[in-house]
């Protein structure tokens, strides 16, 4: 049975127009959605554009099917597009969501979200199926989770050559060094984590977290181990992937 893998790329755009006069206030303002399933073969997606001008709202769906690129290449024109028209004032928010596959024989999986705005990424995650206690969530360093284990997706992002360590230890810590999270009796858990050392696609290196994975571990980190923090085995992992 072939694998399938369901991506969600919200993008919203308002953009910010002069008033006309000082009696009218109100701003156009627009977003675009984008949905993306994926299988081994095929993508398609679903462009939604909404627009709000002065209380009259229209909305336009188009969709597309084929090869990933040319998917992806048609979405990247809509959302560009829709930048140019309305000029250079523009407040762009960008959000990526994508599931968590079950990896080293777990039924561990879930809903991973990153959300960048006015520089800043903030990062949710809800996981089910994990055994109660803590567990370790990490960026890790390539979108490959084609290995039952996880380990196709190499070891900690650490960009900057840190120790691994807890976030924002003066001792050092990885980029992707996230931390803890804890799992109820029903082996339900979630973490909300916000940074600007992250960005999504942005040109540098140290920041850019687009083609890395996000990694769930069975254990807890200890945030001293060397390099990895003991976190045990990789149970649930996803490529952070546009």
């Not at 284990?149 to 070891?155: A, V, Y």
């Not at 990885?174 to 858990?189: K, P, V, Y």
């Not at 290196?205 to 069975?218: D, W």
Request: glycine share 10%; net charge negative.
């Amino acid at each position: 049975m072939k694998k399938h893998i369901a991506l969600i790329v919200c993008i919203s755009l308002g953009f910010i127009t002069g008033c006309q006069d000082q009696k009218n206030n109100a701003k156009p303002q627009r977003s675009i959605e984008v949905k993306v399933e994926r299988n081994d073969s095929i993508t398609k997606a679903e462009v939604t554009t909404t627009s709000d001008i002065n209380g009259k709202i229209s909305k336009e769906v188009q969709v597309f099917e084929g090869k990933h690129e040319e998917v992806m290449s048609k979405v990247k024109l809509i959302t560009e597009d829709s930048e140019a028209a309305e000029g250079k004032e523009t407040k762009r928010v960008k959000k990526i969501e994508f599931l968590l596959n079950p990896k080293s024989g777990s039924e561990t999986n879930g809903t991973v979200s990153f959300k960048e705005e006015n520089g800043s990424i903030h990062f949710e995650a809800t996981i089910s199926e994990l055994s109660e206690g803590n567990h370790a969530i990490h960026i890790h360093e390539k979108a490959d989770c084609s290995s039952e284990d996880g380990k196709s997706t190499g070891g900690h992002w650490n960009p900057t050559f840190e120790n691994h360590g807890a976030w924002g230890a003066e001792t050092g810590y990885h980029r992707g060094d996230i931390g803890n999270f804890q799992a109820d009796s029903d082996g339900n858990g979630s973490v909300s984590f916000s940074t600007d050392q992250w960005c999504l696609g942005c040109d540098d290196a140290t920041k850019n977290i687009v083609g890395k994975a996000i990694i769930v571990h069975q254990g807890e980190d200890d945030l001293t181990s060397q390099p990895s923090g003991a976190a045990g085995s990789r149970i649930s992992c996803a490529g952070i992937i546009e």
